[in-house]
């Protein structure tokens, strides 16, 4: 807090003044002390007292101000609210309503419809609601002779029999009355794409730059092709890829200008094909031969980002991709943003090699949970990397913290076929004195398959109506066969451990592996009664010493 000059000079001189006429004593210091005391700390505190009273207010005023911003705020949220309500409501109004008195007249008389079947319960048909509606508003337009229409499946039953809606949602086009598959995407973009390619013209020609410019603002993604001339094989093919069911806009032009506004990498001005994206990887060259087949391979192995954000309305065309080997990235949003760089780093690097990289957000547990429960991780909460190579099906977890050393060195593994896959495991249970031995993933192999006796495993989950009664039989066949050393009896929940050699697709499994041939088990009906059990044990185990090496042949127990 500074003190106000004319304060400070008067302070200065008197004490200046003090000192030169005064000699020097306890009483002239003390005086010297008071006054300079007296001096500072007068202003100080009334200085203070202004500013209290000045901070408390600015801190009323501040609060005033941070009210009427969040008034400003919720105004202009409504205001963006309702915009986006009365758009939707409008669009909805463009997609006409069918039922079981209009579907037959409106289907029969107009050539193009393209048809939602959908319910009110159904959470993917409230998502794809709102963006059939947008796309409806697209194709009305740009002049589309497309008819847009909806049919609540529940409500008219017998309607949507009549048109083959058997899931929900559906998406149908109505060709001349004749129906046909939806295969386009589920943003309505995509929707307007696919429908505009089915019912009008494939591609979109542009002849200027300023046309180019406008297309742009309006298409983040799409297929660019530039020729001589709209004729030729070269042409043809091009043609005959943008009219494939695809959710990519295709673009002509001969004008070499224009297509450098839409690819400005362009290096020729007669043959040329590329893909424009919103991504930080925008442009990909084509440098294969002009057919179709090469066309929509490239497509497909370039359209999606470096990394792509899973959704409910992308999944389909994820799965369906001809990139088999796909990284899993599970985190929150936040902990994407601090891992964005390393993993596009990486994506990049790995992007020729035919590797997918998906991020998925760990709180959407509809998309989440399916995946890690795969790996016994559905109730974790922490960033995993998983990876799925879907043309041998197999499944791989990355087992250390998430690197950009440890991913790459991850992904070239998947590469190399040197990554082993992941198999799940409960931890190791005491066994000691189990009539019946828990097997879980990590000791199968000791349990099962290394050990010298034969081994009956019961194979279950929690969640079989049937295992429970099976596994009632089994404990009493176990407790009957107790004193036979050359049989071990065990089960394996299938539900929570995996192991290579154990493939099985229906439960209660009953699974016989004897000390001879451990590679080759022998599958006993799972609804075997006790008796029968007993009597294949009798004629197929012999009993054993101590060491669980069978001796001399010795008949089996009695039967049940």
Not at 251 to 256: D, G, L
Not at 261 to 282: M, Q, Y
Not at 285 to 296: A, G, H, N
Not at 537 to 542: D, F, R, S
């Amino acid at each position: 807090m500074k003190i106000p000059q004319s304060d400070q000079h008067f302070c200065r001189s008197s004490v200046i003044t003090m000192l030169i006429t005064k000699p020097t004593s306890r009483f002239v210091y003390f005086t010297i002390g008071l006054l300079l005391f007296l001096c500072f700390i007068v202003p100080i505190t009334a200085s203070e007292s202004v500013t209290n009273a000045n901070d408390d207010n600015d801190l009323e005023g501040f609060e005033e101000l941070l009210a009427l911003d969040e008034e400003e705020q919720e105004h202009k949220d409504a205001q963006v609210r309702s915009s986006e309500a009365e758009i939707l409501t409008k669009a909805q109004r463009i997609v006409l309503e069918l039922n079981n008195d209009n579907f037959k007249r409106v289907i029969d008389g107009n050539e193009f419809v393209l048809l939602l079947g959908y319910t009110p319960w159904c959470a993917r048909s409230a998502e794809l609601m709102p963006q059939f509606a947008e796309a409806a508003t697209v194709l009305k337009d740009v002049g589309s002779s497309l008819l847009m229409a909806k049919l609540d499946a529940e409500r008219y039953p017998k309607a949507a029999s009549k048109l083959g809606i058997k899931g929900y949602p559906t998406l149908l086009l109505f060709v001349n009355g004749s129906s046909q598959a939806y295969t386009g995407g589920f943003t309505a973009e995509e929707i307007a794409i696919w429908a505009r390619k089915k019912t009008g013209a494939p591609t979109i020609r542009l002849n200027s730059i300023a046309e180019a410019e406008q297309f742009l603002k309006k298409h983040p993604m799409f297929i660019i092709g530039l020729f001589e001339k709209f004729e030729g094989p070269d042409y043809e093919e091009f043609v005959k890829a943008a009219s494939e069911g695809n959710e990519i806009q295709f673009v002509e032009t001969c004008n070499a200008e224009v297509a450098k506004a839409l690819f400005p990498d362009i290096a020729t001005r007669n043959l040329f094909l590329g893909l424009v994206k919103s991504e930080p990887e925008k442009y990909a060259q084509f440098d294969d031969t002009f057919k179709k087949e090469r066309i929509l391979e490239f497509l497909e192995y370039n359209k999606f980002p470096l990394v792509t954000m899973l959704s409910e309305l992308n999944s389909v065309r994820v799965f369906s991709s001809p990139v088999k080997l796909q990284v899993f990235i599970f985190a929150s949003t936040d902990e994407l943003k601090n891992h964005k760089d390393l993993l596009q780093d990486v994506a990049r690097k790995f992007k020729s090699k035919q590797i997918m990289f998906l991020f998925v957000d760990i709180a959407e547990e509809n998309l989440a949970k399916p995946f890690l429960s795969l790996f016994g991780l559905e109730e974790s909460q922490e960033t995993i990397v998983t990876a799925f190579d879907n043309k041998i099906s197999s499944k791989y977890l990355l087992e250390s913290d998430l690197t950009m050393s440890s991913l790459e060195e991850f992904c070239s593994r998947l590469l190399q076929g040197t990554q082993p896959p992941y198999f799940k495991s409960e931890a190791i249970p005491d066994n000691k004195g189990k009539t019946i031995q828990t097997v879980v993933g990590r000791t199968f192999d000791d349990i099962v398959l290394r050990s010298p006796q034969n081994i009956f495993l019961e194979v279950h989950t929690p969640w079989c109506i049937d295992c429970e009664k099976t596994s009632k039989q089994i404990e009493k066949l176990a407790k009957h066969f107790k004193g036979l050393n050359s049989l071990i009896f065990a089960r394996i929940d299938a539900s929570t451990n995996e192991h290579p050699k154990l493939q099985i697709t229906g439960y209660p499994a009953l699974l016989f592996y004897p000390s001879t041939d451990k590679s080759n088990p022998i599958k006993l009906p799972a609804k075997s009664s006790l008796k029968d059990l007993a009597a294949f044990i009798n004629n197929n185990v012999k009993d054993a010493g101590e060491d669980g090496k069978p001796t001399q042949d010795q008949p089996g127990k009695d039967e049940l």
